[in-house]
């Protein structure tokens, strides 16, 4: 996982946005620092809405008369969107980073003021598909443009970079949660969706302020292309051009294979999320759905852990080691809610436990529930530690040139995966989960585990960036 020399700068160098003077070994060059900051504020911002409606898409949907099987649909509209523009989206961002991403920032707005509006279930549907486009091109920019970042900075920022990323949207939705929660209840269920597209314009006006970063190089990465291009007139011809197609990618990189995998695992986690842990949470936890939204909560702000740590280890020992030990972290937490639901109850009343008393475990309804606390926090510290790391291992796969094209791959395999997962985790439940508490934890966990394994078994593909 070590970066090539092509990817790693020398502070004396110039800057991909503009130049600098020669500053000490380690530090960020402020042309590549400036635009990473408003990068993560506008990040914050958007999640702040973001973390306000995630509670409440099961609620707005029978606020309207839709049915579990209808609300499933509305949930899997963003993904399917995602899947189908995940190339155009990538492709299209590979030529500019900012206009990708302000045309998808502005349809997130506009969708979300759909959404808000809807009555119908085409309507809102329709409205979470234009979500979905808009995400698909906004995200296929940031990547890019946090890869171009990435790649113009020294080499031991790349991981803890990624890693303050991941932590500002854990903190925008953690608190955008509360918030969201409050002004619900004051204005209604239609009203958390239109804080999304007041967040997604003030994001809108920050990325105006961004710099472009496609097309701006270096003058070392000029001279080594120059060096290296020794005829570059049939590269068309040869198929060179075509370097970040994703057949290719999976036919000739184990290393691109083993992050599709991967990612599609993880997809597994973050669908238990959405559609089965607040269940759980209501059932077994005192105060019910209240609770279920603290959980989540709290689940974000385990964020704050996980992403610094994993981008200190992907620094230090390497992005495949950070991301495949983060996920089975967190894959072994969910495949081992079902044991803490049942076995620990089951020892609920023995003398140990009734002489000693938990206040924590009490106040959570005993060891049961707060077993399932703690190993669902535990599952978002490893999955926000395994981001980073993934993101990281990818960008130093990519093709200079064709990065977000090639970083859109592992994203739109655990796009088509988000699409199925609910459906699975669901029939799960339903066929077993009045027996086995939890038991659709334990098939996310066990997919999370496996994506984890082949990370660690397939062999790594040699770095080829050029």
Known sequence: ???????????????????????????????????????????????????????????????????????????????????????????????????????GMSAIGLSDVGTAMASSLPALVAARLGLGLGRGFAEAGER???TD????????????GLA???????????????????????????SGFLCVSAAAGVCLGLYALLPETVGRRSDADEHEDKDQSIDTTNDDANGVDDKADW??????????????????????GYACKIAIIPILAANYLPGGITSSGFLLSAAGLAGLIGAPLGGYVTDQLGSRFAASSAGLLSGISLVLI??????????????????????????LGGPGPASFVVLVLLWSIGASAQGPALIALAQQQAPVGREATAL??????????????????????DVAGSSIPGVACAVAGSA?????????????SPIARQ
Do not use: H
């Open 448 to 460: 999370m585990c496996l994506g984890s394994l082949v990370l660690i078994f397939f062999p790594s």
């Open 1 to 103: 996982d070590n970066i090539s020399s092509s990817t790693v700068r020398s502070t004396t160098q110039t800057d991909a946005i503009g130049k600098f003077e020669p500053t000490e070994t380690f530090s960020i060059p402020p042309s590549t620092l400036r635009p990473f900051l408003l990068l993560l504020l506008s990040q914050f911002i958007l999640f702040l809405g973001v973390g306000a409606v995630i509670p409440i898409i099961p609620i707005y949907s029978q606020s309207i008369g839709l049915s579990s099987t209808s609300n499933g649909i509305v949930i899997s509209a963003p993904a399917v969107a995602l899947l189908i523009t995940s190339r155009l989206s990538a492709e299209y961002a590979d030529r500019a980073r900012k206009p990708a991403m302000l045309l």
């Open 338 to 363: 079902p044991f803490g639901l049942t076995l620990l109850d089951n020892i609920k009343s023995t003398p140990l436990l009734d002489t000693v008393q938990f206040t924590v475990l009490n106040d």
């Open 149 to 160: 970042l990435a790649n113009r900075a020294p080499g031991d920022w790349r991981g803890r």
């Open 247 to 268: 057949i290719r990618l999976l036919t000739t990189s184990s290393t691109w294979r083993a992050l599709a995998v991967c990612q599609c695992g993880s997809s597994f």
């Open 164 to 190: 303050l990323q991941q932590a500002c949207v854990a903190v925008g939705i953690a608190c955008g949660a509360p918030l969201g929660g409050a002004v619900v209840d004051r204005f209604g269920v239609r």
């Open 144 to 146: 890019g443009m946090l």
């Open 408 to 429: 859109g791959l592992p994203r739109a395999a655990g796009d088509a995966t988000y699409i199925i997962a609910p459906l699975i985790l669901g029939y799960a439940s």
